[in-house]
Each structure stands twice: as structure tokens, then as C-alpha cells.
């Protein structure tokens, strides 16, 4: 792997992003045409029904769960409009036929390589039988395509709901089902290994997508799951001005209450880490860009603009090693009785 840090201008190339920006905006017009029927929802953690507001932005309402404190939209699409809003995504277009093709290889170096070399270790800690591994939301294909390298599953599976990006699956020559994983019927197969990445966060009723994932696997079966950290330093210093306080994002978790989720599923959480490689880096783009202030945050302001050649990878680190990095990754055990 190289040496070089990832930056965020690698896996999302800014002589792209204005296109794009464009594209998500006229997205986000066509979702609110349909605001009237959008439906309030209970913590999709914890199931609570209190509530405080938290943010508005782009005209969706953010809320807090008084109990877990998990973060959710509601109002929020219903899923045949959010189906309907996926299969016709301008951003979604774009990043299949720009975006993607442009910082892929980048992409599989420091992301996806390395993210199949993780569920490896991870599948050798936990002594997981290596017959089939499926990836919920398998994109492009391309974990799939980097798992299947080593060899050490005997089936890889992908599930994706997408027919522009199962159609890429297909064309990489994987085994692609073109369903939610709400609808796969396996019969008699159950499998090994559940992994899905930045999905989660998507989804109207998260626990319908881990009960089915529960329904899949084999007794003592992993899942690993990834998805934003509500209480991540970018998102905490940002707010609003996070690009993770997104429309797309209905849910938004941390350690515990993710944990909290998949326990309502018969699943044992093993372990939760927070391993980003871009929180530092968001917060000083956003405030180089004027989208963020940094004025009255002295030493965030120091360390992030006057330090950041010698500072920024090292205070990255820190974020990661505290578990304090908005991406996060957890790992859980079907229980054996269920």
C-alpha cells in the first residue's frame, strides 16, 4: 500500500464536486415535491417516541432520541418514494459515470483493499467458517471483487437493489441479486459472513435490514456493519456544515445505540472502532472554503490551519485511537439460540 495519506480530494476530485453539488441539489427538490407525504418515525435504535429537534437543513428536520440519543430524520421519505428517488438519482448518475471511474483505483488502494484485508483479520480473530460472504449494497463491486482474491470464502454473494450499479456487479462478472435484502429467500442456504458499508445510515426502517440479515446467517455468524458516528469530531465541530448531515442519511448512530439496534436482532456485539481517515481533514476544508468559522475555536484553528502539515495526521490518529472519528465499523454475533 502506499505511503501517502488518503486526502479527501483523492476519492472525491474537486474539479467534479461543483457538477455534482449541482446535481444533488435538483435531487433534493425533486425528493421535497413529495414532503407531504413524508411520515414521522420512532428511534430507529431504540424504537423511543420522544424526541427534540436538533438540525434543519436542505428542508429536512433532524431529531435527537431523548433516550439513546440517536440522530434521525423524521419527517422522512417512505420507501416507495426513497426506492423511486434511488432508481432516478441524478447525484447517483453522475458519480457511477464521473465521480467513481475517476478516483476508483484510489479508491481500491486505500479503501477498499484495505477494508477486504480488515474483514479477513476480523473473520480470523472470530474463527468464522469460510462458506459464503454476502455484501448488502455491493455498489461497483468492488469489495467483492477484492475479497474474492484471497480466496477464502468458498461463495461470495452480492446483494444490490440498484439496477444501474447491479448491472456493473454483473459486468465484473460477480454473483449479484438484485433485490433489498429485505426480499432475498436463500431457502436452505444460510451464510457465514454478513458485511455492508455505508448502507445502514440509507435505509427507512434499519431493523428490518438487520432482522433479515439475522434470518440469513448461520447461527454464530458475523455481520459487519459501517456507517457514520454521530458523535465524530467532524460532525460534532461541523453540524450542519458536515457533508455526513446529509438528506440521504435518515439514521444516524454511535457505539452504543448501534450496538443497542443489533441486540433487538439476536446479535452480540464483538467490537466497535471508529478507524476515519478524514474528520481532521473535512474541518479544515470546510473552513479554507468558508463554509465554517473557526474564529472563536483558537486551538482548533492551530491545529487544523496553522499545524496542519505537521500536525494533521498525527491529531487524525488521535481522533481514531479515542473512537472519536465519524466512520465507524461494528462487528456482531448471531447468537447461537437464535
Known amino acids: 500500500m502506499s505511503a501517502k495519506p488518503l486526502r479527501e480530494t483523492d476519492i472525491r476530485p474537486d474539479h467534479l464536486i461543483a457538477e455534482q453539488m449541482a446535481r ?64 432516478t438519482s441524478e ?26 484485508e480488515k474483514v479477513l483479520a476480523i473473520c480470523e480473530k472470530y474463527a468464522t467458517q469460510s462458506g459464503t460472504l454476502l455484501e448488502v449494497g455491493a455498489g461497483y463491486g468492488t469489495f467483492c471483487e477484492e475479497i474474492s482474491k484471497s480466496q477464502y470464502f468458498e461463495k461470495i454473494i452480492a446483494v444490490e437493489p ?66 457514520p458516528n454521530i458523535l465524530g469530531f467532524d460532525v460534532q465541530v461541523l453540524g450542519t456544515a458536515s457533508t455526513t448531515v446529509d438528506f440521504e442519511h435518515l439514521n444516524y448512530f454511535h457505539p452504543e445505540s448501534l450496538a443497542r439496534l443489533v441486540a433487538r436482532a439476536g446479535f452480540e456485539t464483538l467490537e466497535v472502532s471508529t478507524p476515519g481517515k478524514l474528520d481532521a481533514e473535512l474541518v479544515r476544508k470546510a473552513t479554507l472554503a468558508g463554509d465554517f468559522n473557526l474564529d472563536n475555536q483558537p486551538f482548533l484553528k492551530h491545529l487544523l490551519i496553522d499545524c496542519w502539515e ?29
Open 91 to 116: 447525484n447517483y448518475q453522475y458519480w457511477s459515470t464521473h465521480i467513481f471511474p475517476a478516483s476508483e483505483d484510489m479508491r481500491r488502494e486505500h479503501i477498499i483493499r484495505p477494508r477486504a
Open 24 to 87: 444533488v441539489q435538483r435531487d433534493i427538490e425533486r425528493l421535497l415535491e413529495y414532503q407531504a407525504q413524508f411520515v414521522q418515525v420512532d428511534c430507529p435504535a431504540c424504537m423511543a417516541d420522544e424526541r427534540q429537534g436538533v438540525y434543519t437543513k436542505n428542508g429536512f428536520q433532524y431529531v435527537r432520541c431523548l433516550d439513546c440519543k440517536t440522530v434521525y430524520i423524521s419527517p422522512r421519505p417512505p420507501k416507495p418514494i426513497l426506492e423511486g428517488y434511488y432508481e
Open 162 to 227: 440498484t439496477p444501474s450499479l447491479a448491472q456493473r456487479c454483473q459486468k465484473r462478472g460477480l454473483n449479484v441479486i438484485n433485490l433489498p435484502i429485505e426480499a432475498v429467500n436463500f431457502h436452505d442456504l444460510q451464510v457465514d459472513v454478513i458485511v455492508s458499508f455505508e448502507v445502514i445510515e440509507h435505509l427507512f426502517e434499519p431493523f428490518d435490514f438487520i432482522s433479515s440479515a439475522a434470518q440469513l446467517l448461520k447461527p454464530g455468524g458475523i455481520l459487519i456493519l459501517t456507517c
Open 310 to 338: 505537521t500536525s494533521g495526521d498525527a491529531f487524525q490518529q488521535f481522533l481514531v485511537e479515542q473512537g472519536l472519528s465519524s466512520h465507524m465499523w461494528l462487528v456482531a454475533r448471531k447468537k447461537m439460540d437464535q
